[in-house]
Structure formats: structure tokens, C-alpha cells
T-cell receptor, first 113, second 111 residues
Framework: AQKVTQAQTEISVVEKEDVTLDCVYETRDTTYYLFWYKQPPSGELVFLIRRNSFDEQNEISGRYSWNFQKSTSSFNFTITASQVVDSAVYFCALSEGRWGLVFGQGTRLTINP | DAGVTQSPTHLIKTRGQHVTLRCSPISGHKSVSWYQQVLGQGPQFIFQYYEKEERGRGNFPDRFSARQFPNYSSELNVNALLLGDSALYLC??????????FGPGTRLTVT
């Protein structure tokens, strides 16, 4: 069965600090997709990134970076030089390409000025 | 291009009633998925439709049903509402089977 675990329920840092959100997943498939979504207070889930199981290259997009390691079944998300606007709930999700996404419980990130 | 739209934004119903939620996908997207998000938790998959056919169903009772129309819009129906059905209902559209783009959600309160 598929499962996504985000062990950090809440993280609070001061602006400009770097912060890493952890994500560990379980799947029996060899082909799968991993995602990160951001949910601001408005409630709409905003797509951030998708990685497939065959591509372990780390990715950087501005202040955001993602570290995918199949050996540890992890897909961690780092925000560099955090800003107040980064405050939101972040969800890691898994898909085996057939059904819907399986989400983790989410990490509530608060960036304090 | 317009994103995923959902209606209504908010809804208050009484236990035992029926509710219909609506979703319009991004233009060109043929797949729609529905999720339930209870406060403080991650979204839970309810249904996925592609080309008007059900392609996947999560672990939800038969009180939940959905359909997709020829224009790819979709409805989620919930019968015999329970207090536990109170949640944010999210619709997502997909061009293929990969990244899903979510709408703003419908917040349902059952009293």
C-alpha cells in the first residue's frame, strides 16, 4: 500500500533562515511520481514540483530545492533564505499513475519576521 | 487561462440532507479528481474521472458518487450527510495522469 509520512507537524523559523521539510514514502511499484504542494490560508493547493521514480536528480527552482533519494525513500524540500510569504502548509504526495494522489499529513511552516 | 473553478464556495447543510458540488477543469484537461480534506489533515482521494468514466475510487462509502459531463465538468454528490462529512472538498484537473491542478475548494459544514 502507498503511504506518505511527513514527520514534522509544525516548523517555525525566523525569516532568512533555511528550512527543510521531510517526506518519506512507501510504495511497492517501481514506477511512481512524487509531488510537493503548498496550501496557503486561502485553501487552494498550489503545485510546486513533480518527480518521477526514474529521475533522482536534485532540482533547484529559485529559493526552493528538492532532494530525492530512492535509497531512503525520501523526497525532502528545502527553502533557502525563507520569507514570510513562504508561510503555509506544505504537502508531500505520491502517485503510482493510476489512481489519485496519496498525501502526507502536511507540515505547517511559519516564517516569523 | 482560467484555473479550476468550483462552486459553491461555502455550503451549510443539515444532517441527512443531500449536497451537490460542482467543478470545471482547466480548458483542455479531460480528467477530474475529487478529494476530501478534513481540518488538520491531508486531502483524501475520493474519485477520479477521465473521459466521463470512473477510473479510480478511494475508500469512501456509497453515499458518495460523482459523474463527469461531456464538457469534462464534474459533480460530486453526497447523500445522507453526516457531521463527519464536514470538510473542504477539492477538485483537481489533469491533462494526463500526472500533476493535478487544484481548485479553491468548497467548504461544506454539516450541522
Amino acid at each position: 500500500a502507498q503511504k506518505v509520512t511527513q514527520a514534522q507537524t509544525e516548523i517555525s523559523v525566523v525569516e532568512k533562515e533555511d528550512v527543510t521539510l521531510d517526506c518519506v514514502y512507501e510504495t511497492r511499484d517501481t514506477t511512481y511520481y512524487l509531488f510537493w504542494y503548498k496550501q496557503p490560508p486561502s485553501g487552494e493547493l498550489v503545485f510546486l514540483i513533480r518527480r518521477n521514480s526514474f529521475d533522482e536528480q536534485n532540482e533547484i527552482s529559485g529559493r526552493y530545492s528538492w532532494n530525492f533519494q530512492k535509497s531512503t525513500s525520501s523526497f525532502n524540500f528545502t527553502i533557502t533564505a525563507s520569507q514570510v510569504v513562504d508561510s503555509a502548509v506544505y504537502f508531500c504526495a505520491l502517485s503510482e499513475g493510476r489512481w489519485g494522489l496519496v498525501f502526507g499529513q502536511g507540515t505547517r511552516l511559519t516564517i516569523n519576521p | 487561462d482560467a484555473g479550476v473553478t468550483q462552486s459553491p464556495t461555502h455550503l451549510i447543510k443539515t444532517r441527512g440532507q443531500h449536497v451537490t458540488l460542482r467543478c470545471s477543469p482547466i480548458s483542455g484537461h479531460k480528467s477530474v479528481s475529487w478529494y476530501q480534506q478534513v481540518l488538520g489533515q491531508g486531502p483524501q482521494f475520493i474519485f477520479q474521472y477521465y473521459e466521463k468514466e470512473e477510473r479510480g475510487r478511494g475508500n469512501f462509502p456509497d453515499r458518495f458518487s460523482a459523474r463527469q459531463f461531456p464538457n469534462y465538468s464534474s459533480e460530486l454528490n453526497v447523500n445522507a450527510l453526516l457531521l463527519g462529512d464536514s470538510a473542504l472538498y477539492l477538485c483537481a484537473s489533469t491533462k494526463g495522469t500526472y500533476e493535478q491542478y487544484f481548485g479553491p475548494g468548497t467548504r461544506l459544514t454539516v450541522t
